[in-house]
Structure formats: C-alpha cells, structure tokens
C-alpha cells in the first residue's frame, strides 16, 4: 500500500535520515512509520562539536498527520551522542521537540483548528486525538509563545485591569490588558490586592510601570489600592463599561421589583437594556410603552441614558456636569439608583476621568465577550491554569506555532 520511498519524499527527512519501513494495519486504519538514523558522527548543537553516536534511546512513537484516512504515528530510536566531556546526549529529531509525543506539523494542525473553533473539544474530534493532547498543545504554545512575546514596541501609557468570575462560589480572576493593542497581557487567579500586585509585577517591568499615566478598572477596592501603591503617577479611570453595567443592573433590579406589580413589564429586560438601534420591533413597541408611562423604571433608564450623555465632557466641566447628574438623579428617590450614585460618588475621581477622557470601551467590551464566549463553549475551566493558558492563547496576540519549518 504505502512504500518507504512515498513517505521519504513527503517527510523531507534531514540526510542520512530514512524511512526503513512502513507498517499498514488496515482494520485499525493506522500507519507507522520507522525512522533510522545512518549518520556515524552528528554535531552536538549547543558546541559545534562532532561528536560519535555512543548508542540509542528507547524507541518513542510521535503522532503525525493523517495520511489520507489513516492515523499515522512514527516511532524512532533516536540517536545519543558521547561529548568530550564524558555527556551523554539524545539527539533532537527534525520533526518534533525531544519530549512532546507528537510532530510539528500536527501541532500546527491542533492550533489552526483551535484558532477557527475556539473549541478543544471539537478539535480534539476532527484530529482523532484525546482532549488531553489538545489541552497540552495550548498549554505548550502558549507559554512558548509568552517566552518570545517582546513588549518593548508597545506603548504602555494606558492600560487596563478586570475581573472576570472564574468558577461558581465567587471564584475570580485578574485579567490585565493593553487596549490599544487588543490584547491581554497576563492574567492572575483571584482579585486580591496581593494577587493584582503580583499580576503587575509580572507583566510590567519597573520601567514600563513608570510609563502608565492612565489605568482603567473597576471599583474593586483591591485593584486602586495595588493601583496606587505600584503605578502611584498613574491616573485611575473607571471605565464606562463598567460604569454602564452598574446602571444597567440597577434598571433591571427596578424592573424585577415593579413587575409584580405591573404584568406590562414582563419580558421588557431587553428591550430595556439593549440599545435602541438594535431593538426588535416587537421590543420597541414595548420600550416606547414603558419609557412612555410614570414606571421607576422608566426614570432609572432615563438616569442612565443621561449619564451617557455625559461622556466626553469637557475638563473643565467634568465635575460640575457629574455633580448636576448625581443630584439630580438622588433627588428620583429610587433605592436601586440611589445605592449606585452612591457608590459613583466615593469614587468620584476616577468617575470623572472616566467622562473626560477619550478612551473607548469598545475594547473592553469585545476582550470582555470573548472571554466569556471561551467559557461558554469550554463549558467552564476546571483548573485556573486551563482558563489562563486559553485566554492567553486566543488572546495574547502571542506566536503560538512551533519554530521547526519541517
């Protein structure tokens, strides 16, 4: 069926390295391949030195790509060399790392199926491999990929830190992020004040910590605590994202209260939420009906949609334009309003600076929807390692392939 010759010209193997025998095993619909070394002297790649072969590894077997509908594995016994020195050295194949159990090309293959589904499960199905030789080729690329990643390009004036739940029974993690790049830089477990310090310690240099005039974060107490303590020059922002997301959940607590006691606001969640240009018709039918009547919730919504209208106000007017909009919106009387003004208000600086600069959260709400998006199709992380290398590998703007052409 398959000869020596066919796979020596499809492998480009190094000289002096040949396929001596292929075996075809029809009902398991698998293919293994035998490589041998012919070479007598090979150079030890840390020295230049030619060194003899002194003898040979225990054979390992590496999954390679298909061929046609056959599963196809190579098995070797890798040469060892004998250096000057006395050490002894296995020699690295052409085709795979010293220790993985698979080639490079069928790693290349798992990432690009990975990077189009975001789905180690399915792509473990389409490579008939186990989901746990997926699960190591992120771990593996990810972190060769945090080793080359050079940060010396990137401007690091403004940055970004997130929390995001990580597991059920308040289980975080910290994700630190370069907005004008898209990407996630380093993600931390838990959202403590040692672990943000930690995540920043990681991440940043002294010098690129010297450089942020400008962080973005939620309120959480341990992140502008850390923030002030690591970056003192640097200008906490409250992001608008979060900001919006803490009025979105006070009209939708005023809605969850007055519906039991009026049956029109059932079912008005989104139409309430979403904005107006995305609104379905038979949402906006029941928007203009409850934006239209004397509801609390009517008046929370117009609370937030005038605190939007605050955004990119100008410097100079940035406190006095926020102080109308808190008192105005305390003098409502809505509980669920009340508690976020509040809380807007002991956060006072950061909120303006928030409304007078020009930072867009659209970043913040793509990077914030993708993570979600990798925990809904992963179904949850079990471990925080798996969530952070997969964060990283989708979002690290890291390169994940292996260096070997071959």
């Known amino acids: 069926m398959f000869t020596e010759n066919f796979f020596n010209l499809l492998l480009n193997l190094e000289d002096n390295w040949v396929v001596k025998s292929v075996k075809t095993d029809v009902n398991k619909g698998e293919v293994s391949l035998h490589i041998k070394c012919l070479l007598e002297l090979i150079e030890d790649k840390e020295t230049g030195e030619l060194c003899k072969?002194?003898?040979?590894?225990?054979?390992?077997?590496?999954?390679?790509?298909?061929?046609?509908?056959?599963?196809?594995f190579i098995t070797c016994s890798l040469p060892r060399i004998k250096t000057k020195t006395g050490q002894v050295k296995t020699v690295s194949p052409s085709w795979a790392s010293g220790?993985?159990?698979?080639?490079?090309?069928?790693?290349?293959?798992?990432?690009?199926?990975?990077?189009?589904s975001k789905n180690q499960t399915k792509t473990a199905e389409l490579m008939r491999c186990g989901f746990n030789v997926v699960n190591r080729i992120i771990h593996l690329s990810t972190e060769r990929g945090m080793q080359r990643r050079s940060l010396s390009g990137l401007n690091f004036s403004h940055l970004s830190i997130d929390e995001k739940s990580f597991k059920k029974g308040h289980k975080y993690i910290s994700v630190l992020s370069h907005p004008s790049s898209g990407c996630v830089l380093e993600v931390e477990e838990d959202r403590t004040k040692e672990s943000c310090k930690k995540l920043l310690n990681k991440s940043l240099t002294e010098e690129q910590q010297a450089k942020v005039a400008t962080i973005s974060m939620d309120m959480w107490k341990a992140?502008?605590?850390?923030?002030?303590?690591?970056?003192?020059?640097?200008?906490?922002?409250?992001?608008?994202?979060?900001?919006?997301?803490?009025?979105?959940?006070?009209?939708?607590?005023?809605?969850?209260?007055?519906?039991?006691?009026?049956?029109?606001l059932k079912d008005s969640r989104y139409a309430l939420l979403k904005n107006q240009i995305n609104l379905t018709e038979k949402q906006r039918i029941k928007f203009d009906a409850i934006t239209g009547a004397n509801y609390e919730v009517s008046k929370a919504w117009q609370v937030r949609e005038n605190f939007k209208d605050l955004f990119s106000i100008s410097q100079a007017s940035g406190f006095a334009l926020y102080s109308?909009?808190?008192?105005?919106?305390?003098?409502?009387?809505?509980?669920?309003?009340?508690?976020?003004?509040?809380?807007?208000?002991?956060?006072?600086?950061g909120v303006v600076n928030a409304l007078v600069t020009n930072y867009n959260n659209a970043m913040?709400?793509?990077?914030?929807?993708?993570?979600?998006?990798?925990?809904?199709?992963?179904?949850?992380?079990?471990?925080?390692?798996?969530?952070?290398?997969?964060?990283?590998?989708?979002?690290?703007?890291?390169n994940l392939y292996p260096l070997s052409s071959w």
């Open 223 to 264: 992140y502008i605590s850390t923030a002030k303590e690591v970056l003192p020059q640097a200008e906490i922002v409250h992001d608008r994202f979060h900001l919006v997301k803490y009025l979105n959940e006070a009209i939708d607590k005023v809605r969850r209260r007055e519906v039991k006691q009026h049956e029109e």
């Open 99 to 116: 220790y993985d159990r698979h080639t490079y090309l069928f790693e290349h293959a798992v990432i690009d199926l990975l990077k189009a």
């Open 364 to 398: 913040a709400e793509r990077l914030n929807g993708k993570i979600q998006e990798l925990k809904t199709i992963g179904r949850g992380y079990r471990t925080f390692a798996n969530f952070r290398s997969a964060i990283l590998f989708f979002h690290g703007g890291l």
């Open 324 to 349: 109308q909009w808190a008192s105005n919106s305390l003098r409502r009387k809505i509980k669920e309003v009340t508690k976020v003004v509040t809380m807007f208000n002991n956060h006072i600086k």
């Open 53 to 72: 072969v002194y003898d040979h590894a225990p054979e390992r077997t590496w999954r390679h790509l298909d061929t046609m509908q056959y599963k196809t």
